[in-house]
Every structure is written in C-alpha cells, then in structure tokens.
C-alpha cells in the first residue's frame, strides 16, 4: 500500500489552488540552495596561497644565494635577474620578443583548431577513420613535439615554417582527442532527446552533439594550447637563424650562448608567466563559465 | 501473426479516419524482436492497442513486459519488426524517467528548443514557452538553469517541453505524448503533486498520453484506461476502462498482474 494517495479519495482531485500552493511549497523546499560566494573570499581562497608560495620562493633563492654555496653564475641574485628583466622591458626589446613568440603560438594554436576540429569530428563519428588513425593519434600525444624538430629542420630550412610544423604537431593530437573523447562521454540521452524534439542531422550537431561534447573540448583545446605553447619554446631554442626574429626562445638561447645566467632565469620566467597568463586569461574564465552553468563545477 | 511488414514500410501516416473516432496511435499485430537467429530475443509480440484522440492510456506492466520498447517502437526511435503501426502525422514527443534537459541551456531556451527546430520564429516561441512554463507553473523561472531547478520542477520542464514538441508550433491539436515512468525517480510526495498537475494540464490541453509505469495504483489514479501487458515477450493481456470505483480496479487489476508475474515462475 502506497501512502501518496491513500487520504485522498479517488476521483476527488485537490481544489486548484490548494494543489498550486501545495506545488508552490514543494518547489520552495525542494529547490537546491545556491551559495554565492564574494569575490573576495574566492581571491582569498585561490588567489592568496600561490602569491605566499611565490614569496616562500623568492625567500628561499635569496637565501641560498646569500649563503653562496653555489657558484654567482649558476644561481644569480635574485635582484640580477629582476634587473635583467627590467632592462629587456625599460628599452621595449620584451614587446617585440613577446610578440614574436605570442603571435605564433596564437596562429599555430589557430591552424591546429582549423585541422584538428574536423579530424577529430571524423574520428569520433566514423568507425573506421577511428580504427585506422585513432590509436596513432593518442600514440602522438605522448610523442615530445621536440623531437619534429631536427626533422622539420631538414624539410623546411630554418624558417617560420618549421616552427609552425612543430606546433602543430605538439597541438594537433591534443586538440582532436579533447574532442574525440568529448563526444564520446555525451549521456546517451541527449541525442535521444534531440531526435524526439525533432533534431536530425546538422541541427542534432549544432543543438546537441556540439554543445554537449564542449566542456571535453575545451579541455582539449586547454591542453592543445599548452603543448603548442611548449613546442614552440623547443622549436625557438633549436631553431635559431637570421629569418626567425627573437622570440623568447631565441632570448633564452642568447642568454645561454652568453654565460648570462639572470637573463636565462628571466626568460624561463618569461615563458612561465605567458603560459599561466593566457591559460589564465583565456581558457580559464571560459571554461569555468561553460561549467558553472552546466553546474558541474560549483566551487570554481 | 496477421500482417507482417518490414520496420521501413510501416511510415507514418495519419489514420484512416474511421467514422466518428479516428484514432491517434494504433497497433496492429506489432512484434518486435531484437537480434536474429538463435539469440534472437522477442521483446513484443502481436500487440493490438488504439488509443482515441485525447485519451490518457496507462500500460501497466513488470519488468521485461516491454513497456519501453513499445513506446520507442511509437516514438519512432524503433522500428518494429512485424504488424502495422500507424503514427500520427507530427511526431509524438517523448518524457523519460529522468527529466533530461539540456544543461547548457535554460529552462526557457529548453522548451523553445523543439519550437526553434520546427521553425518557429523567436518572438513566437518565446512567448508559447513562456505560456507553457506557466501552464506547469513554473512562471517566471525561463531564466533558471537546470541544475538550479530541483527534481519535481525540472520535470515539469520536462512536460512543458514534452508539450511543445507535442502540440506544434500553433498549440493547436493536442498531440500525442508518450510517457515512461516520468514520475519513477521522484520522491512519493513530489510523485503525488506532479501526478495532480499532469492530469490537470492534461484536461487543459487535450493532449493524448501514452502513460507506462509499473504502479498499478499509479495508472488507476491517471488514466481512463489502463492496458496489462505480459513479460517476454509483451503482449496485452487485459484491458480496464477506469470507473468511479477506483480502490476495487486496483484490486483487480493488481490481482491480474500478480497471476502474470507468477506464470513466469520456471
């Protein structure tokens, strides 16, 4: 015996506004509590712990330099390499340098979305494109882009064209597997609901497959940028010549060539600070705004 | 079995209009069976079933009864295997147990999405979802994302999309809507709510409703007619016109359905 409709004798429905308010009250008690948290306390939370830890860092490399158990020219101040830095920004060398690198990271990430989007869109939805070249896919993510490099050299001389291959090559995989595996874990639900609302073919890609498979996507795409972004540094550092310009891998192999320790710590600097800023900027406000109206990410 | 054709010829088409009560489903000696051979597995077998425009239909039955295929062989998401089907010219439109709606859209953009994919311009379906989110009483909650709404309401979400998709742009015709245990997953208390408010936008709207649960007292409290079916493979086994006495048909009807459970016992 059931108790839901036990007191209610049968035929006799609830009095319209009487089931609305019982309606209305459920929904009240039954709605899940969102917690806004201020601003303030997630910079608190997120923002606070790594600046500590970065000024730990710092206090502890002054320490051990002030103790000089290590030799000047393996382990410089850290004020040298604060004043290498300041003299690459003071005469602007660094916005020709950042350029030079930035652009090409965003132009080869952009080439490896234009590629990598309907090769993984081929992957995923055609069985035996899966079989033939889905294994030598996962295969080349876990192969370092480094080594295209010496390869790419050979083909391509050294010239803006194999840097290129070599991001490519270090994104391309990423990219197209983020998506592979992104429409891979759709619930099976959706497409059935597109289909029984009245979704087929392209409007099933476009209002169903595609924004479903978006947050494995932009995983994908997250990791893609930071390989692109790594090939690129390798490819700079091998690749130095007269037709590449200076980028900050070609400022980290100056810096070497020159015994010039605190220009070699600021560049590795550099390179960190434009890897974090733009995951930071870009990929990440992205992604956790696709999350958090999914809820699926309430802390982020 | 009496007629026998292929999944692809049974399309849909609209019922030949018998005098007076053109039916809005209707089953024809429909079988289904899954895999070939010696694996075969017969889930439906000469099924006959016609419900009348407007009519609320419970089929009730057990586990393995096939309720499900049978309401995926009407949505078309199935084709069957034996018998005719007769569809109605639009397609019906389809709730499942879960409410699954869309995450990365809202409430409102949920019910409008089967309007959009009809072609129905923006000002207008904005306006036909907001009047339906109304119709589920969900008033001025367009804006709420799923995850925001809790079960009971996303289900009416649900419905109210289900309704769309139902009616048609214009919300003219009532539409036919298949229903597998919408109410299944959701506690007793918001189950006894959403099955008052079902049966009152169902009297609203005059939509038809293909109902499957396994609740006996669940098809006696909803529907005008609650069809038994049997387990593997499914097939009607009674018929009950729902009356004034409800507490003595579910009695019976239960009575009925623990003699076909039983009948399995090897």
């Known amino acids: 015996m059931q108790p839901e409709t036990a007191p209610r004798p049968a035929g006799a429905p609830l009095a319209d506004d009487e089931s609305a308010a019982e309606l209305a009250g459920l929904d009240a008690l039954d709605t899940p509590t969102v917690r806004r948290v201020p601003w303030w306390r997630r910079f608190l939370r997120t923002g606070v712990p790594p600046i500590v830890a970065f000024a730990l860092f710092i206090g502890v490399w002054q320490l051990i330099w002030a103790s000089a158990i290590v030799p000047e020219f393996k382990i410089p101040a850290p004020l040298a390499v604060w004043d290498s830095f300041a003299t690459v920004v003071g005469d602007g060398q660094v916005l020709s340098i950042l350029w030079t690198s930035i652009s090409r990271a965003f132009v080869g990430f952009a080439m490896a979305l234009v590629i990598a989007v309907p090769l993984g869109l081929l992957v995923a939805r055609v069985r035996v494109v899966r079989a033939a070249i889905g294994p030598l896919l996962s295969g080349l993510q876990s192969l370092p882009s480094v080594a295209w490099v010496p390869a790419a050299v050979l083909w391509f001389g050294l010239t803006d064209s194999t840097i290129y291959f070599v991001v490519l090559a270090g994104s391309i995989p990423s990219i197209a597997n983020g998506l592979v595996s992104g429409i891979d874990q759709i619930p099976p639900i959706f497409p059935r609901v597109g289909k029984v609302i009245g979704a087929s073919g392209l409007a099933t890609a476009r209002h169903i497959l595609l924004p479903a498979a978006l947050p494995g996507f932009l995983a994908g795409c997250k990791q ?70 999914r809820g699926l990410a309430a802390g982020v | 079995m009496t007629t026998t054709t292929t999944g692809t010829e049974t399309t849909a088409t609209r019922t030949p209009a018998a005098p007076g009560q053109p039916e809005a489903v209707r089953l024809e000696g429909v079988g289904k069976t899954f895999g070939s051979g010696s694996d075969a597995v017969t889930a439906l077998q000469n099924v006959d079933l016609a419900v009348a425009p407007g009519e609320f239909v419970c089929l009730l039955g057990a586990s393995g009864c096939g309720k499900s295929t049978l309401l995926n062989l009407v949505a078309g998401l199935d084709e069957p295997t034996a018998g005719t089907l007769t569809r109605p010219a639009g397609s019906p439109s389809f709730m499942f147990q879960e409410a699954a709606l869309l995450p990365w859209l809202t409430a409102g953009r949920n019910v409008e999405l089967p309007l959009q994919l009809s072609g129905l311009s923006r000002s207008a379906r904005r306006a036909r979802a907001a009047e339906l989110l109304t119709l589920v009483r969900l008033d001025g909650l367009a804006d709420k994302r799923p995850h925001e709404l809790s079960g009971g309401m996303r289900q009416r979400v649900s419905l109210a999309r289900a309704l769309a998709a139902a009616t048609g742009p214009d919300g003219a015709g009532g539409g036919v809507l298949l229903m597998d245990e919408p109410f299944a997953a959701l506690d007793a208390i918001t189950r006894d709510a959403l099955q008052g408010e079902l049966l009152r936008v169902w009297r609203a709207t005059g939509t038809t409703i293909v109902f499957v649960t396994h609740d006996v007292r669940e098809a006696v409290r909803l529907a005008q007619r609650v069809v038994l079916l049997s387990s593997r493979p499914g097939t009607v086994v009674g018929e009950w016109a729902v009356g004034d006495d409800r507490d003595r048909l579910h009695d019976e009807i239960t009575g009925r359905l623990r003699q076909v459970i039983a009948s399995h016992a090897a």
């Open chain 1, 224 to 293: 893609g940028w930071a390989f692109s972004w790594r090939s690129l540094m390798a490819a700079e550092i091998i690749a130095a010549g007269p037709l590449l310009g200076i980028g900050l891998g070609a400022f980290l192999k100056e810096g070497s060539d020159f015994n010039d320790m605190p220009k070699v710590i600021a560049a590795i600097f550099l390179i960190l600070v434009v890897g974090i800023g733009i995951e930071l900027l870009i990929f990440r406000p992205i992604e956790r705004r696709v999350l958090r109206v």
